[in-house]
């Protein structure tokens, strides 16, 4: 579990507000912007099968599915850390769940308009 990861999910929030309301759309005299660096375009995928995290640059990162991290997290040897690292990777996982709700949900509104 990479530390990408957690910035892909501390990053959602503020990509999936600028999306809902439309902020950074466009500069000066409707010239378009270039998205701000490390913009969350698209997650596909759930906990069981892992994410894909899709970035407006073309780039992508994948995290491992939900049984890989809990593999991982079962070799630390003490059951504090093991427990955190499970909660660590679920909150990590809702988080990118949410923000693929969201940007669903976004696109869906756009098309309907």
Avoid: H, K
């Amino acid at each position: 579990m990479g530390r990408g990861i957690q910035t892909v999910v501390g990053g959602a929030a503020a990509a999936v507000a600028l999306c809902l309301v439309g902020a950074g759309t466009s500069g000066a005299a409707g010239v378009p912007q270039a998205p701000a660096p490390g913009t969350i375009v698209a997650v596909y995928g759930d906990a069981a099968n892992g994410f894909e995290v899709e970035y407006a640059d073309g780039s992508a990162e994948y995290t491992t599915t939900w049984s890989e991290a809990r593999a991982e997290c079962s070799e630390y040897d003490r059951r504090v850390q093991r427990v955190r690292c499970r909660v660590s990777v679920r909150t990590r996982y809702a988080g990118l769940a949410a923000t693929r709700d969201a940007l669903a949900y976004q696109e869906e509104r756009l098309t309907g308009l």
